[in-house]
């Protein structure tokens, strides 16, 4: 998985990242009561799969081409084409949620 050209590795903290993200989601997802094990599944998927990967990325900055080649790099890596299934719907399922962490209101979309 490659970065953009002029992305730095670690982006000014200001910025919303993915992995900001991600943390507000899985409080949201406790906030709305899921079962615990379905919590414990996705921060799973967050904590394993998507932070290390691609939790650097800019959510503003954020392409299908990132999803894309993060998917080929799970499988790439020997994850299973189920579980990078199951990764990929944390991916989708947090892409559509309303959503105010980066500074406005709307819905996060990767385009």
């Known amino acids: 998985m490659m970065l953009h050209p002029n ?9 919303a990242r993915f992995r900001d993200a991600c943390e507000a989601w899985l409080k949201e997802c406790q906030r709305n009561n ?8 996705y921060r ?6 998507i932070d290390k990967k691609i939790g650097v990325l800019l959510v503003a900055d954020l392409t299908r081409g ?3 080649g993060f ?22 399922l947090l892409s559509t949620r309303p959503c105010n ?4 209101t709307g819905t996060l979309r990767v385009t």
């Open 66 to 68: 990132d999803i894309a």
């Open 101 to 104: 962490w980066t500074g406005s």
């Open 71 to 92: 998917m080929d790099d799970l499988q790439d890596e020997g994850l299973s084409r189920a579980m990078t299934r199951k990764v990929l719907e944390v991916c989708v």
């Open 7 to 15: 992305q730095e590795l670690e982006p000014p903290a200001n910025p």
């Open 44 to 49: 799973g998927h967050v904590e394993h799969h």
């Open 34 to 41: 899921l079962e615990r094990a379905t919590i414990r599944s």
